[in-house]
């Protein structure tokens, strides 16, 4: 691959319309990958060369989610040939789960909407986020390719964003931080646009009501919709959305579900071939290059070749229990975990064989979850609307409740060993249940009888009953909420500043006065939910440079192989800048691998 002094200029100069742990895979090493996979006859190194071959393209993608997709898009649209190959049955991966928040700053569709956002302030807000954990030139990269980005994306498939107004980053107090924000979400998409290929949508982590049309920045003001005007209205305007949908015929789709459908409609447009039940089993190398993947098709292995490039885009490891007790705290598990339930780190591993190095393994986009026995619940909302509060095995509060969700939950582990806070339980009474919407359950109706059997949910007519129940001293909670209702009728947390942070005020109760993130509980009966490390997606994975290359751990790069989203080590490092800090980045470092890829066919 050719170099350049300033790739990051000649990466940029390419027009986006035209054409133009840590060892080395020995031996034996691409023979025992596919032996353990179970494919029939293969045995050795010169194997993976005699299997069948499936195709030879410009650019092999492994991952049908927000990278690989804007990957696979970018690339087509580079006059390069491309094939994405994807492990489910679905297309969309954690993305079409999602909420769909992308954090990218100046795009085009802030500064449409007049956000005063600038260059100097990005870079000022990233690098304060961030600190030392990632490189300078990886943060440039992210912040100088994302408006870009986005603007491709418009111009090259049906997608729109809208601004979510109001979505503070999470450390706005930070120099360059904006308390309105910079996130943007999909704007509707009819699915009909899609045809067929819509039944091979990923279904999203919770259904929106029927005969509604939501955005994320709609939830907000839905879980106040009994005790708000604005909530009342925001609801009527869903259903209005749905209802007029209806009438036009349309399929209409929000959130992740909208950007899956949007990026794969431009694959389609582009004639860009997705693969589905198609999973990576190794990457294929000649002299040191990665020129292919190895995967399984119809129950046989086949080789992939790409003349140009290998995307990896795969996801994370959140599913490989192996790998998260290898890498991660303990307790840890795959039981707690939001993402797509395929993301088992095949493409992390497949690229530690080829040489990669890997950084932030220890690390995922965490969140509080609630373990129902359906599935985990990652709670936004809950746990920061006033009259509830976050209580140790001690029961003793130990965080402010309505920090960012990354935080509460790094700060479980810090303190786990010497004071157990895993579960920790977040402890609300009826007049928080008479007011707010929890999880997709009205105020004021009971919670499913399987919340208690499961032991995720427990209800108390006092306090101490309450901490017998989930096996915590009934003096040291009695003391706890008693503490916790003269701050919050004082305004004032003097404890943990809950509330002083322009963050803490968005999933809030403006009609609580003084402080709309706080409440005292004082309204029996009680109710106790059990508080558990859940996460998104892990953030470990690839070492990557600013052009999403693969690099060893002697820092050199692994030719023809590339990574982008929860398949590399994440540019937020160990934090977390607003929300869309995962898809912003893995969309932005999607189209750089592509583009530097163009850049290397063309030169």
Not at 4 to 30: H, Q
Not at 78 to 103: D, H, M, N, P
Not at 277 to 292: A, C, F, H, S, W
Not at 427 to 456: E, H
């Amino acid at each position: 691959m050719s170099t350049s002094a300033d790739p990051a200029r000649r990466i940029e100069s390419i027009s986006t319309a035209g054409p133009s742990r840590r060892r080395v895979l020995g031996a034996t090493g691409a023979g025992l990958a596919l032996a353990a996979a179970g494919l029939p006859g293969v045995g050795g190194p010169a194997d993976a060369a005699d299997l069948p071959l499936l195709g030879t393209y410009d650019v092999v993608v492994i991952g049908s989610g927000a990278a690989g997709m804007t990957a696979a898009l970018t690339a087509a649209k580079q006059g390069l040939s491309c094939v994405v190959v994807e492990k489910a049955a679905t297309f969309g991966g954690s993305a079409a789960r999602s909420g769909a928040g992308i954090w990218i700053p100046n795009n085009p569709v802030i500064l449409a909407a007049g956000v005063p956002d600038t260059p100097a302030k990005a870079a000022a807000y990233l690098a304060a986020v961030v600190g030392p954990d990632v490189s300078a030139d990886r943060q440039r990269a992210f912040l100088g390719h994302g408006p870009a980005m986005i603007s491709f994306v418009m111009a090259n498939s049906p997608l729109r964003f809208r601004w979510m107004e109001g979505y503070s980053d999470y450390y706005p107090e930070l120099s360059g931080g904006l308390p309105n924000g910079r996130s943007i979400e999909p704007d509707q998409l009819d699915g009909n646009i899609l045809g067929a290929e819509l039944a091979h949508l990923n279904p999203s982590y919770m259904a929106v009501p029927a005969g509604m049309v939501v955005f994320s920045a709609d939830y907000k003001w839905l879980t106040l919709s009994a005790v708000s005007v604005k909530g009342l209205a925001v609801a009527a305007e869903c259903l209005a959305r749905g209802t007029k949908a209806a009438l036009l015929g349309q399929k209409p789709l929000t959130m992740g579900q909208s950007l899956a459908a949007g990026l794969r409609a431009g694959l389609l447009a582009a004639q860009v071939p997705v693969w589905l039940n198609t999973p990576l089993t190794d990457l294929y190398r000649e002299d040191g290059t990665v020129t292919g993947a190895v995967v399984a098709r119809g129950g046989s292995a086949g080789l992939v070749r790409a003349r140009h490039g290998v995307v990896v885009g795969s996801g994370g490891f959140e599913h490989n229990a192996a790998m998260r007790d290898q890498y991660q705290r303990r307790p840890i598990g795959t039981a707690w975990t939001v993402g797509a339930k395929e993301n088992t780190g095949d493409g992390i591993r497949a690229g530690e064989r080829a040489g990669a190095a890997l950084d932030l393994m220890d690390d995922a986009w965490w969140g509080p979850a609630i373990p129902l026995p359906e599935q985990p619940y990652f709670c936004l909302a809950e746990r920061t609307l006033p009259g509830g509060l976050l209580v140790n095995a001690a029961g003793a509060r130990f965080v402010n409740e309505a920090a960012p969700y990354s935080d509460v939950v790094h700060t479980m582990y810090e303190r786990n060993p010497t004071a157990p806070d895993i579960p920790a339980w977040l402890i609300v009474d009826q007049n928080y249940r008479n007011r707010y919407l929890f999880k997709d359950i009205a105020p004021t109706l009971a919670f499913p009888g399987s919340w208690y059997d499961s032991g995720a949910a427990h209800k108390a007519w006092t306090l101490d009953a309450l901490a017998g129940r989930i096996g915590m001293p009934a003096a040291a909670l009695r003391a706890t909420v008693n503490r916790f209702n003269s701050l919050a009728l004082s305004g004032d947390d003097t404890d943990f500043r809950r509330g002083d942070s322009t963050y803490d005020h968005y999933y809030s109760d403006p009609a609580i006065v003084p402080n709309p993130s706080l409440a005292p509980l004082w309204l029996a009966p009680y109710y106790a939910f059990k508080i558990v490390p859940g996460d998104l997606g892990t953030k470990g994975g690839m070492r990557t440079d600013a052009r999403a290359r693969v690099l060893r751990a002697d820092g050199s790069v692994i030719p023809g192989l590339y990574a982008a989203g929860n398949a590399s080590a994440a540019v937020m490092g160990h934090s977390y800048a607003g929300a869309g800090s995962t898809i912003g980045p893995a969309m932005t470092f999607g189209y750089i691998a592509a583009l530097d890829i163009a850049a290397a066919a063309g030169s």
